[in-house]
Structures are given as C-alpha cells and as structure tokens.
C-alpha cells in the first residue's frame, strides 16, 4: 500500500509528504520547497508542530505557515502512515480594500438611521405588520454588518494592520459568558463547557471572542440537524487548545479543501444561503496572529470538530494581574456575530433595545 502512495504522491501536483512513526519519509518537490531541502527524517513536530503533528484522526484540514507563507494543509491516513498535502494560499482579492469597505458601512449606517425612524413611527402605530417587515430589515443590517467586520477584520490582519491589545485573562469565562447569553436564544440546541487545565491565556480578549463566535456561528448554521454544540478548553505543555463540537451533518469530502478561504473559488446560485465564508478565514487569522493553529476535522453525517491550538504566553506574561476576564461584551456584537443564525424575533425592538 505504501509503494503505490509512494507513486501517486510524486506525480500529485501539490506538495506532499509521507510521514512514518512521526518522521518525513518521503517529501516530493514541491514540498521540499516549502519544507527545506534536508525535510526528509526530520520529525514532523519540527515542521509542522506538536498541535498539527499529534492529531490522529483519519482525515483533518488546517492552515499553518511555513517562514513567511501561509499553506493548506490536509493530512490524510494511509495504512499506518499520514499523507500530508500542501497548498500555498492565495493572496487576497484585490477588491477587497479599505474604501470599499468603507462606502459600505456608510450604505449602512443610513439604511439603519432610516429603519430606526420607521420603527418609532410603527411603535407609535402600534402596527404589528410593520414591526415585523422591520425585524427582517433589521437581521439583514446586522448580517450586512457581520460580512463588513469579518473582511474588515481579514483584510486588517493579512495586512498587518489589526490593533492587537493582549492583556491576561481567563479565557474560562469569556467561553462562559457568550454561551450563557446565546442559549436562550438558540431553540432546540444544547450547549455544553468543559475546561481541563489552566485556562488563564495572554491574548486580545476582543479578537480571541470574534474567533469563538464565528466557530459557533459556524457549527450553528452550517450544521444542518445540529442538537448539541460542545465547547471545551484543554491544556498541552506549549497550547491552550479550544474545541466547538456539533454533532451537525459534516462537511462533504469535496467541499472540504475549501471550507477556509470558500469566498475565493467562484459563485454557486445553489449556496446563495450558506454566506460568503469569511467566518473561517477571520478565526484562522485570529489564531495566527497569537501563534496557533486552526484545525479541522469534519465526519460526513456526523458532526464537526473546529479546534485553535493557541500558544500559551512565557510563564512570566502569565504572572502578570489579570487586567479583565474579557467576557464583557454588549447585546449588539450577540446581534451582529450570530446575525446569521439567530431567529428572527431576537430583532425585535425588546432586543434592540
């Protein structure tokens, strides 16, 4: 079995490498161009971490960088060996620039100022018609809303550009928080937490609770027949490892490769409703930005397991008084972060206001 990987391994156009009890056994040209020429018998924990390195399962997607690159990479079983396969990502859309941006937000603002003044005259009213045209009006602000920060938030990061404030704080209570506010909210859902270890971290409290909603966004409305999201905290010796399970659909074998960056690869009429896939691509730069990795793993029909390794802080940035347990956030980054996957009464004027 492994001669004949072996062969379709050096004729795939992509990089791959072949890893054997832990070390490069084998590595064709293009992975040797992303790895270094002497990657053949090194450990793959030196290449490519102990997070991406250690995960048993089958099949798993995660994006890392290798010097100054950023890769895809899919790890596949093949008998007792892993196949790792590389892809280089690709840059940004050039569309995507601040301006842009920008002219929508002011779009927005002016179609949110219009929709208030029509909502006091419908309270005024009391016309039950109108209050409810004006909840579908407002989700779609609060949607619109979503899709501007994440590529703001992308565009920010790939950039270089992201305020990043790190202070410690226990990232325990900030998982505590946002799914004590949206659970009510959420019918037919159950949501769990666990937490093994010190949960204490060093990192932007506000970029780090954009991460964890748009994985919760993710597994909510992606995860067709979804009952149960769990999330969970686990302490290695280098990472802090947050976990959003669901017991959802999966993810279909084909549509994996692109699950990561899906608004680059084209325009399907057939999934207008599943969003232009920034959520990902946001959380994945988010967990760059503090040193860890996003990873993937999808069971088709059973559910999918979204997991940031985040690198823990030296031990003397975790001495430091902690400066807020960054669980403090108000109703509207709940609107606006779960826009697309919360009903539509959570738009109603009580929410709101």
């Known amino acids: 079995m492994l001669e004949s990987a072996l062969q379709i391994l050096k004729m795939t156009g992509e990089g791959a490498v072949l890893v054997q009890r832990g070390r490069v056994a084998f590595a064709n040209s293009d992975a040797r161009s992303a790895l270094g020429a002497d990657c053949v018998g090194r450990r793959a924990s030196e290449l490519f971490g102990e997070v991406v390195s250690g995960v048993q399962s089958p099949f798993f997607l995660a994006q890392i960088r290798l010097g100054a690159k950023p890769y895809q990479l899919r790890i596949a079983q093949v008998g007792s060996a892993q196949v790792y396969f590389l892809r280089p990502q690709e840059e940004l859309p050039a569309v995507l620039n601040q301006p842009f941006l920008y002219a929508l937000r002011s779009t927005l603002m002016n179609q949110q100022m219009a929709a208030e003044q029509m909502r006091s005259e419908a309270e005024e009213r009391r016309s039950e018609t109108l209050l409810e045209s004006l909840s579908v009006v407002t989700r779609s602000q609060f949607q619109i809303l979503r899709i501007l920060n994440n590529a703001s938030l992308i565009l920010s990061l790939s950039e270089g550009t992201a305020a990043c404030m790190p202070e410690v704080f226990d990232l325990s209570s900030l998982c505590r928080s946002v ?48 009952s149960r999201i769990a999330v969970s905290l686990l302490e290695t010796k280098q990472n802090l490892v947050l976990a959003v399970d669901d017991d959802g659909c999966g993810i279909p074998a084909e549509e994996l490769p692109l699950v990561f960056d899906r608004y680059r690869h084209g325009f399907d009429l057939s999934k207008m409703g599943a969003g232009p896939g920034m959520g990902l691509t946001a959380a994945r730069l988010i967990a760059q930005l503090h040193g860890g990795t996003l990873l993937l793993e999808s069971r088709e029909g059973s559910g999918t397991t979204l997991r940031v390794s985040l690198q823990r802080a030296e031990g003397a940035a975790l001495q430091a008084p902690e400066t807020g347990d960054g669980a403090s956030f108000e109703a509207k980054d709940l609107l606006t972060g779960f826009a697309d996957c919360l009903p539509l009464s959570c738009f109603r004027e009580q929410y709101l206001d």
Do not use: Q, T
């Open 179 to 226: 799914l004590d506010a949206l659970e009510p909210l959420v019918p037919g859902i159950r949501f769990s937490f666990s937490c093994s270890g010190e949960s204490r971290l060093c990192a932007d409290p506000r970029l780090i609770r954009e991460l964890l909603m748009n994985l919760l966004s993710n597994a909510i409305r992606h995860g067709k027949g979804c």
